[in-house]
């Protein structure tokens, strides 16, 4: 892993965080897109976050690592982590850790790293046989 600034992926990055906050605002009442897209799409927003400051050769892991991270952060959200760490309701620290845990997200998460990992696996492929 080096640190390495990519335009691309930062671009991607600010464009899937505009869908997010469009989701959360203006799509909120969509209960499909609010509850399930959302959680599929963030994982795709830390990848690409991730790829925008270091050049990591082994996209397979780092997606593993990610699909663990969520997964983390979900399961601390089942012992109230942002409440016991004084977040205030309402405030950013609370709304980006979360406060339900809930099983539907974890699926979310992974089906997100899946869709991650054959797009990778896809474009390997591409590069291959080019």
Known sequence: MKLKFSLKYFLLTITIFL?????ATKLKHIFFVRAYLGDVIV??????????????????KLILGI?????????????NIAEKLGFREGSLMYIVI????SWIDILCYAVGCLLLFLFVKLQKNNIQNN
């Open 19 to 23: 869908v997010e906050v469009l989701i």
């Open 98 to 101: 979360g406060n339900s845990f």
């Open 67 to 79: 699909l663990i991270f969520s997964f983390l952060v979900e399961f601390a959200q089942y012992f």
């Open 43 to 60: 994982v795709i927003l830390i990848y690409t976050f991730i790829k925008s400051f270091f050049k990591i050769e082994n996209n397979e």
